[in-house]
Every structure is written in structure tokens, then in C-alpha cells.
């Protein structure tokens, strides 16, 4: 596909047809008279040899592509924007601009805060937006990446990307303080025997990884979307978590007692992951100078 050949604006209009459902509603979103948008419309049937948009009844219903279209063209007009909005030159005193990045709870807490507070102070004006991670992440990993202005995530799980390093964490088990089985320490049986809960996905949460290489398969009995809410899940139960010690050390913990992981758990090093396309814009090297400052507030672990 020659880009020279098309006609950009298209994409604008193919979005908000298949975000509205609606030539009058999408030609008023962007713009648009109703007989501009209905032309935009035919030529986009014609370029994707599809209806897109089909009549049921009083409504419109997106075909299948019209709906694999649907994310993509709003990823499109995403990238289309920052291309167009790259800076050469950024003044944080004066600008208004939105950082968005991707974060767990955990990188939001222990890095996003004291970076949220040095943005307000080097530039009163910009915005900073945190994005909760997916357990989907990693299935359009580029495109969402082109999309934002950064992903908080340590190392092992992603590469072929830029980034920088930004601190080390440790790991610490997490049991309830009147735990009728564990009175001293934590031993391996005890990793394998107790029910875990887990942040996201059972199959791929950290401690499932970790304790693979032990021979060790975790029994999950509950998985959630917040590492700040697994204290809460050990509580008053038999259940065993496993947390970043910084987190631990900043969040209320009620009922719960940290414990020494009773194998050597590999540290975690956090990063700032970014797209290529990001690396030349000013504004981007900007905040990317900022974590780094921020970085070594948090100290290295």
C-alpha cells in the first residue's frame, strides 16, 4: 500500500463511522456535512471492497472488518496526532501537554507519585494520565505503545524496545499476622501447600513464574487487577501473596505480616518503555530526562 496514494482524512472519517454508527453524527463529529461524510463513506467501501456499516432495522451494524477496523483507526488517528504534534523545541513553563503513560498499581504508587510531583513542579501546565495495565497487553504491544508516551514495567517481560532503567525492587511474602500454620518462617512447603493470591492472570502472575523454577505450581485461589489489594486478600485467611517490598512499605497492611521469601526471588528492575516513534520528540525526551531524575529520588533499591 502506497500511503502517497490516500487520502488521510479518511481515517479521521472512518473512525468516527464506525465510534458513532451514524453518517449525520460522525460527518457533525468531524466536521462534516451529511453529504460529505455519506461520500467519505462510499469511498471507503470501495477502498476496503466492503459495506462496513450494513442497515438492520432503524440502525447500523458494523460488519466483522468494520469492527477489526474499529480499534486500528482509532489507534491510526492516535499515532497521526502525536506524529503531528512533535516538538523540537519544548518549554515545560509553558506548556499544556498530556503524558500519558501505562502503569500497574505498584508503578504508579511507588514511581508515578514522586513523578506526578516533580511534573507539577518543572511544568505547572502539562498533565499526566496513568492507564492501568491489561492482562491483554501484550497482544497489540506497538500499536499501543505508538499510542501513549510510555509503559512502567520491569524487565523479563518485554523487549525490542526502548527504555531506560529506573529503580530495583525486591520481593517479600505476605501472610495474615494470625496464620494458623506459619508461626516463624516461610518455608517452601508452605509456598506449595497454602492458597495464593495472585495479581492478574493466574498463569502468568510473577509468582507463578518464579516459583516454575522451583518445580513449584502455585494453587491460585484468587487473582485481582491491584497489587495494593492482595493485604487485604491475606488477611484473616490461609492465603499467601507475594509483593514488591517498596509497596509494601507504603501501603496500609492491617492483619498482615511480611515474611522473607524462603528462595531467592529474582529482583525486579523497573523500566520506562517507549515507541521509536516517540524517541526525537522533545517533549517526550523531556519527561524521559524527568524520570530519570525521579529515578534516582526513589533510590536504587
Known sequence: MNLSSLDLNLVVALRALL??????????????????????????RRHFDDQLLSRVGSRYELTPLGAALRDRSAA???VLERVFATQAEFDPGSETREFTLI?????ATVFGVALARALHREAPGARLTFQQTSPLLMENLPTLLSTVDGLLL??????DFPAIELFADQWVCLVADDHPEVTGEL???HLARLPWAVYQRAYDAPI?????????????DVSVPSFQLLPALVAGTRRVAMIQRRLAERVPMPGVRPLPCPFHAVPLQEALWWHPVHTQ???HIWLRHLAQRVATEVGPG
Not at 31 to 43: D, N, V
Open 19 to 44: 465510534e458513532e454508527r451514524n453518517v449525520t453524527r460522525a460527518g457533525e463529529r468531524v466536521g462534516l456535512t451529511q453529504p460529505a461524510m455519506s461520500a467519505a463513506l462510499a469511498r471507503l
Open 76 to 78: 491510526a488517528c492516535d
Open 103 to 107: 502503569s500497574s498499581d505498584y508503578g
Open 154 to 159: 520491569p524487565h523479563g517481560v518485554i523487549d
Open 187 to 189: 518455608t517452601l512447603d
Open 208 to 220: 507463578t513464574r518464579q516459583l516454575s523454577m522451583l518445580g513449584i505450581s502455585p494453587r491460585v
Open 281 to 283: 520528540d522533545a517533549g
